[in-house]
């Protein structure tokens, strides 16, 4: 059974601080990982991708994956009350075309 | 560019009632997706295609069949809808799941 965990939250973040979201997932032979931000009431939406071990950073993110701890996360820099939503972490196993798993998910809230 | 297009976007059955949610997407991606989105659950692959003519059954399929028309099209379908089925459901397609997916609007399901 693959599993991926995310802390639910809800994480309350100050304005212009760093967010911090983790996600730890159970396949070690996993290739692929991604963060979505969904809005409530709407789908989610791909922010980042990360296939190797270490930083990326795209604009106010990065993502971070180590995958001989099995853990992932994304950082959001300067942070906007508009990066309120879920971050849903998810998984590829094996590159195959067998779907993507997904973490529950964590609700941010970035207070004013 | 529309991306993925599901149809209809709410709906409300009654138990034993049967519906078919369309999908469709004008990205040429290969491989499309069914997942439905509970609270407190996130997000559970019911089935899954990884190519125009192929179909797999994903963690949840019990009580859905799937067609896959052509490639743009990938269809769900509730045979004897149940109170259980009602859910958010998204469809979603990609070129394969190590690039991530785009997803539809979704549909919201509600069987009485």
């Known amino acids: 059974q693959k599993e991926v965990e995310q802390n639910s939250g809800p994480l309350s973040v100050p304005e212009g601080a760093i967010a911090s979201l983790n996600c730890t997932y159970s396949?070690?032979?996993?290739?692929?990982f991604f963060w979505y931000r969904q809005y409530s009431g709407k789908s989610p939406e791909l922010i980042m991708f990360?296939?190797?071990?270490g930083d990326k950073e795209d604009g106010r993110f990065t993502a971070q994956l180590n995958k001989a701890s099995q853990y992932v996360s994304l950082l959001i820099r300067d942070s906007q009350p508009s990066d309120s939503a879920t971050y849903l972490c998810?998984?590829?196993?094996?590159?195959?075309?067998?779907?993507?798993?997904f973490g529950k998910g964590t609700h941010l809230i970035i207070q004013p | 560019n529309a991306g993925v297009t599901q149809t209809p976007k709410f709906q409300v059955l009654k138990t034993g009632q049967s519906m078919t949610l369309q999908c469709a997407q004008d990205?040429?991606?290969?491989?499309m997706y069914w997942y439905r989105q509970d609270p407190g659950m996130g997000l559970r692959l019911i089935y899954y295609?990884?190519?125009?003519?192929?179909?797999d059954k994903g963690e949840v399929p019990n009580g859905y069949n799937v067609s896959r028309l052509n490639k743009r099209e990938f269809s769900l379908r509730l045979e004897s809808a149940a109170p259980s089925q009602t859910s958010v459901y998204f469809c979603?397609?990609?070129?394969?799941?190590?690039?991530?997916?785009?997803f539809g609007s979704g549909t919201r399901l509600t069987v009485v």
């Open positions: 295609s990884a190519s125009e003519g192929t179909t």
């Open positions: 396949d070690r032979g996993s290739q692929s």
């Open positions: 979603a397609s990609s070129e394969t799941a190590n690039y991530g997916y785009t």
């Open positions: 998810a998984v590829n196993s094996g590159g195959g075309a067998d779907g993507l798993t």
């Open positions: 990360i296939y190797s071990n």
């Open positions: 990205m040429n991606h290969n491989s």
